[in-house]
């Protein structure tokens, strides 16, 4: 059974850093692109950042320059690390995996795309 456990969301001020982690099991991490995606309060849902088995990366542009996504293989985890944080970064945040990776979906979770995570609340004010 595919799981993948999410944790490190909160509140925070802007200017303020979170760092999110993601551990999976049930499947082989090492072959498997991961990532993130986020629900907006506005139920739009965006891909914000995903790195490939072979270590490249993507990013919104949104969040270019102010988040790093990097995976440790020998905990099976990745990581969102989101720094100068802004309003506009409140959003619940999905870990995904096996996925079909589409810029914007009209709404998130989909299991229909790939594995998703829990989801962790992301709340930054102003």
């Known amino acids: 059974e595919v799981q993948l456990v999410e944790s490190g969301g909160g509140s925070v001020q802007a200017g303020g850093s979170l760092r999110l982690s993601c551990t999976a099991s049930g499947f082989t991490f090492d072959d498997s692109d991961m990532g993130w995606y986020r629900r907006t309060p506005r139920n739009e849902c965006e891909l914000v950042s995903t790195?490939?088995?072979?270590?490249?990366?993507f990013y919104a542009d949104s969040v270019k320059g102010r988040f790093t996504v990097t995976q440790d293989s020998v905990k099976n985890t990745v990581y969102l690390q989101m720094n100068s944080l802004k309003p506009e970064d409140t959003a619940v945040y999905y870990c995904?995996?096996?996925?079909?990776?589409?810029?914007?979906?009209?709404?998130?979770?989909?299991?229909?795309?790939?594995?998703w995570g829990q989801g962790t609340q992301v709340t930054v004010s102003s």
């Open positions: 995904a995996a096996e996925m079909v990776w589409i810029g914007m979906l009209t709404s998130c979770p989909r299991p229909e795309f790939g594995y």
């Open positions: 790195i490939s088995s072979d270590g490249s990366t």
